[in-house]
């Protein structure tokens, strides 16, 4: 096995979450999602603590949590969309565990993201897509890109096990 842990890292909506879930239970892992110990921490969702708080906050609790998960072992971390493009967030990432790049093609993302303010850097067409190509650079910067636009949950899933297994 290459590793003991796995960060999932890509753009929203590109199904890190789901493929977390899907890799932990195949590998016998546990899997957790930052989104939502941060939402359960705060005791509020996303939107919520964006709109309450400020980006700066939501972004200072997601270090906060993200460094509490770096000593646990035999973990699926489904990062949030935003997580890996912080330049420490990402120096920690790739030297606690491997990272993969779920990469979905910009009009997939847009189709399965509604600008209902769920996600609150979604409402905004324009911003979306300009926050897609500035991420991009930092994703390039994970360890393994899996091309996720096509593919589905158990083929993505079958991919990283032979990936680890190799």
Same mark, same amino acid.
């Given at each position: *096995?290459?590793?003991d842990k796995v960060?999932?890292?890509?753009? *929203? /909506? &590109?199904?890190?979450?789901?493929v977390a879930r899907a890799l932990a239970k195949r590998l016998d892992w @546990?899997?957790?999602?930052?989104?939502?110990?941060i939402e359960a921490r705060e005791r509020s969702t996303v939107a919520d603590i964006f709109a309450k708080h400020g980006e700066a906050h939501f972004r200072a609790?997601?270090?906060s949590v993200l460094f509490e998960h770096l000593a646990p072992r035999h973990l699926v971390v489904a990062t949030g969309g935003g997580t890996f493009a912080d330049p420490q967030n990402r120096a /920690?990432?790739?030297?606690?565990?491997v990272s993969v790049w779920l990469d979905v093609p910009l009009d997939r993302l847009i189709s399965r993201v509604p600008a209902d303010g769920r996600r609150p850097l979604a409402a905004d067409r324009a911003g979306f897509e300009r926050l897609y190509h500035? @991420?991009?650079a930092?994703?390039?910067? &994970?360890?393994?890109?899996?091309?996720?636009?096509? &593919?589905?949950?158990?083929?993505?899933?079958?991919q990283l096990v032979d990936w680890l297994e190799t």
């Amino acid at each position: *096995m290459k590793a003991d842990k796995v960060y999932l890292v890509g753009f *929203m /909506a &590109a199904g890190k979450t789901t493929v977390a879930r899907a890799l932990a239970k195949r590998l016998d892992w @546990r899997a957790v999602d930052i989104d939502e110990l941060i939402e359960a921490r705060e005791r509020s969702t996303v939107a919520d603590i964006f709109a309450k708080h400020g980006e700066a906050h939501f972004r200072a609790v997601e270090r906060s949590v993200l460094f509490e998960h770096l000593a646990p072992r035999h973990l699926v971390v489904a990062t949030g969309g935003g997580t890996f493009a912080d330049p420490q967030n990402r120096a /920690a990432i790739n030297g606690d565990g491997v990272s993969v790049w779920l990469d979905v093609p910009l009009d997939r993302l847009i189709s399965r993201v509604p600008a209902d303010g769920r996600r609150p850097l979604a409402a905004d067409r324009a911003g979306f897509e300009r926050l897609y190509h500035l @991420r991009r650079a930092a994703y390039e910067q &994970a360890h393994v890109r899996l091309d996720a636009g096509r &593919a589905g949950v158990d083929a993505l899933v079958e991919q990283l096990v032979d990936w680890l297994e190799t």
